[in-house]
């Protein structure tokens, strides 16, 4: 007999889309013994889960996935069953003309309406446009004859976790819940009680979406700001990288770092949904969208410049993903800088140890062999250590342009009192938009 749904209880639940964030969430749930339907339109995916095997790379996500498959409480299918929850954690894209794009989650709203019964709960965690669930997704609901708040428990409790850190985030992050009604909210929250040790807010589910959208937006201006002054910094040879961190040592001001443009599918996407709704208020959040998608342009501006006068230059590209040790190439800069680079007819060794499909040699030491430049365009643990001995002895002329600002002088070693890194009478040339000023004028 199935319990009434409060903390630690066992419970069936359907979660639709098994991706960056379903599947972990399904993972968690099931190891704590619930009944796990996962839901995907992939048949790839689901039989990859049936037999054992995880579609994506997440640190600590294959240990919980293996218990699991050993408790036998997950199973993967096309269609939802019956179940005493639903959590919806499809993709919601922006169409071509940046405007919110939620056909995947009304379609998985729909997919789950001829299962649903009396007292069941649903929950969409993808993320989406303010106003959605109310205007959206209860008149779906409602339109079968049920009654949101009575019959069925209708909220918005948004995602949070960081990609690369999802299973801690997930257990540990504060948690937001936002309900068509206040039931919606407490019963909704109760699912989440059984593994998340952060506190869970609830509010009603428009202040829930558009909070959501703000930590991204917050995270997204933040960056073009430093963008910004990095450019601003370059015109008038300022190092940018020792500005940002003397104002972050003021305790009330915390810029985070420039780099080659921003992406994956939550900062360089999230702010749209805002401005689609509201565009004529939301003028700064335009023009950091603007200012971080304007970043490849200006990485490949540079790299001109630095390498005018260079007779077919070779560049060694170290990072495709859109940020460090992930395998995700969303909306990544890096596949921007590329794209433009082989627009400019610049010959390319392109290396990712963790993205499948793009690297066209198999190693940091292949990449840089006879290479004029070395482009570093994603953070991964693997480029921070780059050997010095080998930039000089394999390079044909060693400058490295760290987009990213990992690598640490001292750490890549053989450095002079001068401070410059030489080795067997060649220096290498460590540009980072602190010191890039110094190599163009
Ligand atoms: N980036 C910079 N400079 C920085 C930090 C990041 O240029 O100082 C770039 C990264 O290289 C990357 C992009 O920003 O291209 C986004 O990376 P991220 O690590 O800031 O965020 P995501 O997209 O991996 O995850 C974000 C997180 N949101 C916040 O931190 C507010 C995560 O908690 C959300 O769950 C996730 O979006 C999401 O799914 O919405």
Known sequence: MKKNLIKGDFMKICVLGLGYIGLPTAIMLAIHENEVCGVDINLDIIQMINNGELHIKESGLS??????????????????????????????????????????????????????????????????????????????????????????????????VLPGNIINELINNDRVVGGITKECAVKSADIYKAFVKGEILLTDSKTAEMAKLIENTFRDVNIAFSNEITRVCTELKIDALDVIQMANRHPRVNLLNPGPGVGGHCLAV????????????????????EINDGMPYFVVENIDKLLKGTANPLIAVLGVSYKGNVDDVRESPAIKVIELLKNKNYKLNIYDPYVKGWSNVSSIKEAILDCDMVLILS??????????????????????????????????????????????????????????HKYLY
């Open 379 to 436: 953070d991964h643990k693997q480029f921070k250590k780059i050997d010095a001995e080998e930039i000089v002895s394999l390079m044909r002329s060693p400058m490295i342009f760290d987009t990213k600002g990992i690598i640490m002088k001292q750490e890549i070693a053989i450095s002079n009192e001068n401070n410059t890194i030489v080795n067997d009478q060649k220096e290498i040339k460590l540009i980072n938009w602190g010191n890039l």
């Open 63 to 160: 240990d919980l996935f293996e218990d699991v498959v050993n408790k036998g409480n997950f199973k993967a299918f096309s269609k939802p069953k019956e179940a005493d929850a639903f959590i919806i954690a499809v993709p919601t894209p922006i169409k071509e003309d940046k405007s919110f794009d939620g056909s995947y989650v009304i379609d998985a709203v729909n997919s789950l309406l001829p299962y649903l019964r009396k007292g069941n709960i649903i929950i969409i965690e993808s993320t989406i446009a303010p106003r959605t669930t109310e205007d959206l997704i209860k008149p779906l609901i409602e339109e079968c004859g049920f009654n949101i708040g009575k019959d069925i428990y209708l909220a918005h409790c948004p995602e949070r």
């Open 270 to 289: 999230d702010p749209y949904f805002i401005i689609d709704k509201e565009p004529k208020n939301s003028r700064i959040i335009s023009i950091a969208r």
